[in-house]
């Protein structure tokens, strides 16, 4: 869809700086968020700890970082700090429906108490040096509660509220309500961005809102690291030597730069790059119960020669 955002997901354990290094490369995404970090007056990071955070990203105005708090003194800490570091928006983590980040009244707990949760932004808002993204579920329980979310959040002026179309207590089970997000988020004064569930570019069709910035995607994003061009259009060129390309870079980083845990890591991206091939259950097996990285290589290698790609 030309003229709309495309913002790459924090996928926690899955997309880490290499990833959205080797993926600017490829293009078509305008923002691309990192896992959230804790941001709390009880561990109130040092400016170098937040550097190292940032260390090794090509392109730091393309990066959102993502806090998970529930203390307007720790985010406010961390969120100016980071804007004295270069980056000119931070993202509120109010979304997370994880058990143990619930558990601490934190992520998509705060959908829970709307009268604190506001406090909480009337007290940071006056005081925040970059732009403030929020994102956020339909509802905690049920979409029914996702007006009341839209009107509170009515009462600021923030760069954009990203919305799963999920309940938090879905998770991420079940078929994201595009119905709910449509009709609340047409009610919306601050710009909104859609995520769940757009694994294409024609996932992107059929939303008529004035008020639409544009589109988050995350898993979706791993199995085709072309969608965001798709979705603005762009010409893509090979794709399958350049998905090849890509898959071969990532992995070459983690070998040379990365722990005795990268095969394990390559495992859960593979999860997802094996989608892209037309024997997708196949193509995972060979890699499955592999653990040694030269055998993982050689491998990957003879996927890529054997295997056809749905590109």
């Known amino acids: 869809m030309?003229?709309?955002?495309?913002?790459?997901?924090?996928?926690?354990?899955?997309?880490?700086?290499?990833f959205i290094n080797y993926l600017s490369e490829i293009g078509g995404f305008d923002e691309m968020f990192l896992p959230y970090m804790l941001a709390d007056e009880k561990s109130l990071a040092h400016r170098g700890i937040l550097?190292?955070?940032?260390?090794?990203?090509?392109?730091?105005?393309?990066?959102?970082?993502?806090?998970?708090?529930?203390?307007?003194?720790?985010?406010?800490?961390?969120?100016?700090?980071?804007?004295?570091?270069g980056c000119?928006?931070?993202n509120w983590n109010m979304g997370c429906p994880q058990p143990f980040v619930v558990e601490q009244n934190r992520g998509a707990a705060m959908l829970r108490n709307l009268e604190s949760t506001k406090a909480l932004l009337e007290t940071v808002l006056p005081k925040l040096k970059p732009e403030l993204s929020v994102k956020i579920r339909l509802g905690y329980s049920s979409a029914d509660e996702f007006s009341a979310i839209i009107e509170m959040f009515n009462s600021f002026e923030i760069s954009e509220l990203?919305?799963?179309?999920?309940?938090?207590?879905?998770?991420?089970?079940?078929?994201?309500?595009?119905?709910?997000?449509?009709?609340?988020?047409?009610?919306?004064?601050n710009l909104v961005v859609y995520n769940g569930d757009i694994v294409s570019a024609s996932d992107?069709?059929?939303?008529?809102?004035?008020?639409l910035k544009g589109f988050m995607i995350g898993r979706g994003a791993i199995a085709n690291p072309f969608i965001g061009q798709q979705i603005k259009g762009e010409e893509c060129g090979n794709m399958a030597a350049r998905f090849q390309k890509f898959c071969i870079d990532i992995q070459s980083w983690y070998f040379e730069h990365g722990t005795q845990g990268s095969v394990n890591r390559l495992k859960e991206l593979w999860k997802y790059f094996s989608?892209?091939?037309?024997?997708?259950?196949?193509v995972f097996a060979l890699l499955r119960e592999v653990a040694d990285k030269r055998i993982f290589a050689e491998?990957?290698?003879?996927?890529?020669?054997e295997y056809e790609t749905v590109f």
């Open 2 to 18: 030309p003229g709309k955002v495309v913002q790459l997901a924090p996928l926690l354990g899955l997309i880490d700086i290499p």
């Open 51 to 85: 550097r190292r955070r940032l260390a090794g990203v090509n392109n730091r105005k393309t990066i959102v970082p993502q806090l998970l708090s529930n203390s307007a003194v720790g985010f406010l800490h961390f969120a100016n700090e980071l804007y004295e570091l």
């Open 88 to 90: 000119r928006k931070v």
């Open 162 to 189: 990203i919305v799963h179309a999920r309940t938090a207590v879905q998770q991420y089970s079940g078929e994201a309500d595009r119905s709910a997000f449509v009709i609340g988020a047409q009610k919306s004064k």
């Open 204 to 211: 992107t069709n059929g939303f008529q809102l004035l008020n």
């Open 275 to 282: 989608k892209s091939f037309k024997l997708e259950n196949e």
């Open 299 to 305: 491998i990957v290698n003879r996927i890529f020669s």
